[in-house]
């Protein structure tokens, strides 16, 4: 089981202890930092997370703004975690549909209290799941797990398949982007991945090897801090050679 979560919050002392707490939790997936509730907001709307924390001793107006507002364009609510140094605003972030209330510093207790009240309300399945892509009169149905990457054709996408196949749908890229599992990461305007096949990512060239693919795909500068994610996560799951 795996949650996405990003932060918003311009304390560096909050975010790096917020951090080392949060790193012990497999369970949870960084996808980014915000300073403020505008960048905050773009950055939900980009990336739309599971879960997000928000800082209330300094952005408790904004943020209970942002979560009214983003019934607007999403389908899918993230949930809300409002922390801060003391119980001032735990009863408006109860008001606001807020998930749960952390006082700073955070504690390894709460946090894990709230992924457990997490995974009763939201479960997550780690088994196979389908997609359905439609070309003319055609209907495929595409296991997840047998996609390599997704290439952008104009206003139509490529699914390249780990059986060397690739079947087109009638769709932009971007329409893809919010529905696909998890596992997806777009790191390019025309490229998003499946990093369960990643095997190396190159710094100087700016691209990302997968297996079963003998071209490798760029990224762009655009999009570096997923890829800067994506090598911490794959990082702490590999064995350490570099001590």
């Not at 739309?48 to 507002?69: G, K, M, R, T, Y």
Request: aromatic share 12%; proline share 3%.
């Amino acid at each position: 089981m795996e949650y996405s979560y990003l932060v918003i919050d311009q304390n560096d002392s909050n975010k790096v202890k917020l951090s080392n707490t949060l790193d012990d939790f497999n369970a949870l997936h960084h996808l980014g930092t915000a300073k403020d509730c505008d960048e905050g907001f773009n950055l939900i709307l980009k990336v739309v997370p599971d879960v997000v924390l928000i800082n209330l001793d300094e952005h408790s107006e904004a943020s209970f703004q942002i979560a009214c507002q983003l019934h607007q364009y999403l389908q899918q609510m993230p949930l809300f975690i409002g922390m801060a140094k003391s119980q001032n605003y735990a009863y408006n972030a109860i008001k606001n549909g807020f998930f749960d209330y952390w006082l700073l510093p955070t504690n390894e207790f709460e946090v894990r209290k709230t992924l457990l009240k997490l995974q009763k309300i939201k479960p997550k399945t780690d088994g196979p799941t389908k997609i359905c892509l439609k070309t003319y009169r055609d209907y495929h149905y595409i296991d997840t797990n047998e996609i390599l990457y997704l290439k952008a054709d104009n206003n139509a996408t490529d699914f390249i398949l780990r059986n060397g196949t690739t079947i087109s749908a009638f769709k932009t890229l971007k329409s893809f982007e919010t529905t696909l599992p998890k596992n997806f990461i777009r790191i390019h305007q025309s490229y998003i991945l499946n990093v369960k096949y990643i095997s190396r990512i190159n710094y100087g060239r700016s691209t990302c090897a997968l297996k079963n693919v003998s071209n490798q795909l760029p990224f762009s500068k655009s999009y570096r801090d997923r890829i800067d994610e994506l090598k911490r996560l794959l990082s702490k799951n590999a064995i350490d050679t570099l001590k």
